[in-house]
């Protein structure tokens, strides 16, 4: 096979992900706290409920105010499918972004716009296979915006905070707009504040060493911790730590090595982060002599990296005693993975590039391999068939969804005898309007919930209907 028709097989195996995710988008629907956010901007009781929030309940000052404006305009006026999309587009976005930063700044080198762009998605797709919720990850808006929209503003923040200490400072657009993103990723999730927190520290401690001024990074710093305050120190976050009561040392040890140990497990399961470890230091030998001798054998840095996650948690899991969503794991999982990479980096930068060169040749290593191992490392994650499996689920589950939800606007005098309750024996009796589809193998794949898109079903029964549902639709 040529060369040039090799180079097309990873951009096949993307199309062949990414087309499913997007038709997802469309299949999704709202439940739980957007239709709360929703009614709340309807009844003109934002400023009211936003204050409540962050006095009583969470000290997010951004992600809920965009929160609840986003619910009402995608619940309101059928828009469920477009917050997915714009995470998908800034995700891609802030890859492509960090990448240029390192490129132009660390390695000092100019690649090809399809390569980078190559780069990126084979990140981005990483990313997604190992998150352990989709679903609280990019499709229900109120976990998206709480949650992952501050890892993809992390991944803005990043390139931007190379462009600024690289320029030394000197450049006061980078500072700027770091000090927006700092407030609005720290009013978006305590955890990433946290992290950033972290990386402008331990910058701190890298200009001191490098005997560079200390003073841009101590700029970003304040900033930081000043946001980070607003959204930690509130009194809705301090008083919901008090109402979790008296802490239990022993389930929050338990709970940290368990939750820990799933961030590694989450990462090492896929076949693409060890392609892209390897790769990490293939990187890091090419560029060795581009990265500063102090960065490279500090013996701390290197620990900083593997156990980042780990650090970052602690806090998080003793204010919460021991408990923590699926949806705040994304975002852990998601950093580290990052940080892992760069770890194998530098992990490449203290081999010499001659034993890389020799192995390499030996080998017979030639572009194309790399070419035709992506596309193969992108099809061969579990994420892969899971996917197609929530094409699937996705388009019974749309029709279950579509169906309740327009009994609950026209607000049907027949409600009770046409809403469906149970998706399960929904899609039995649909499936035999397709008859070339009605085989029990068929059958059995589709009766289960898309995991992709589903969290809460408000339309169970009367009751759960009470908790979300009627909050909007009354």
Same mark, same amino acid.
């Given at each position: ?166 320029? !030394?400072? @000197? /450049?006061?657009?980078? #500072?700027? &707009?770091?000090? %927006?993103?700092?407030?609005? *990723? =720290?009013? $978006?999730?305590? +955890? ?101 001798? !102090?960065? @490279? /054998?500090?013996?701390? #840095?290197? &620990?900083?990296? %593997?156990?980042?996650?780990? *650090? =970052?948690? $602690?806090?998080? +899991? ?77 388009f019974f589950y749309d029709k279950m969804m579509s169906h309740n939800e327009y009994l609950k ?66």
């Amino acid at each position: 096979m040529k060369v040039k028709s090799v180079r097309l097989l990873p951009w096949l195996s993307i199309a062949v992900l990414l087309i499913p995710l997007i038709v997802l988008c469309f299949f999704n629907h709202p439940s739980a706290d957007d239709y709360v956010g929703a009614g709340v901007c309807r009844d003109g009781l934002f400023f009211q409920k936003y204050r409540d929030l962050y006095l009583y309940w969470q000290g997010r000052y951004f992600s809920q105010a965009l929160g609840m404006y986003g619910s009402f305009i995608e619940v309101n006026y059928n828009l469920y499918w477009l917050h997915p999309i714009v995470l998908f587009i800034l995700t891609l976005w802030g890859i492509y972004f960090l990448l240029s930063q390192l490129l132009r700044y660390l390695f000092k080198v100019h690649l090809s716009f399809s390569l980078k762009l190559l780069a990126t998605f084979l990140f981005f797709f990483l990313n997604f296979f190992v998150q352990p919720s989709m679903a609280e990850s990019v499709y229900w808006l109120s976990s998206s915006l709480g949650y992952y929209l501050a890892f993809t503003l992390l991944l803005f923040w990043l390139g931007l905070f190379i462009s600024y200490n690289y320029n !030394n400072g @000197k /450049r006061k657009t980078d #500072l700027f &707009l770091l000090a %927006i993103l700092s407030f609005l *990723i =720290c009013g $978006s999730n305590e +955890l990433i504040a946290i992290a950033l927190v972290l990386f402008c520290i331990v910058g701190c401690l890298f200009s001191y060493r490098l005997k560079k001024s200390m003073r841009p990074v101590a700029a970003i710093l304040l900033i930081t911790m000043v946001a980070t305050a607003l959204e930690i120190f509130s009194p809705g976050s301090t008083s919901r730590s008090t109402v979790i009561g008296k802490k239990d040392l022993v389930k929050i040890i338990f709970s940290f090595c368990y939750w820990g140990s799933q961030v590694y497990i989450s990462i090492l399961k896929e076949p693409l982060s060890w392609a892209s470890a390897a790769a990490a230091v293939l990187l890091g030998t090419r560029y060795r002599e581009s990265v500063h001798t !102090n960065i @490279k /054998r500090n013996g701390w #840095l290197h &620990l900083f990296l %593997i156990f980042f996650s780990i *650090i =970052c948690i $602690s806090p998080i +899991l003793y204010g919460s005693n021991g408990s923590m969503p699926l949806r705040m794991l994304n975002n852990v999982v998601s950093m580290q993975l990052l940080l892992l990479l760069a770890e194998c980096f530098l992990l490449g930068t203290l081999i010499r590039s001659s034993e890389i060169t020799a192995i390499l040749q030996a080998a017979k290593f030639k572009t194309a391999y790399f070419y035709a191992l992506s596309a193969i490392l992108l099809l061969s994650s579990t994420f892969t068939f899971n996917l197609y499996d929530n094409l699937i689920q996705g388009f019974f589950y749309d029709k279950m969804m579509s169906h309740n939800e327009y009994l609950k606007k026209t607000n049907d005098a027949l409600y009770e005898e046409k809403v469906i309750r149970n998706y399960s024996t929904f899609v039995e009796e649909e499936i035999k309007n397709y008859p070339a589809l009605n085989k029990e193998v068929f059958i059995q794949k589709a009766k289960q919930l898309p995991s992709f898109l589903f969290f809460y079903n408000d339309f169970e029964n009367q009751q759960t209907e009470k908790v979300f549902l009627n909050k909007y639709y009354r």
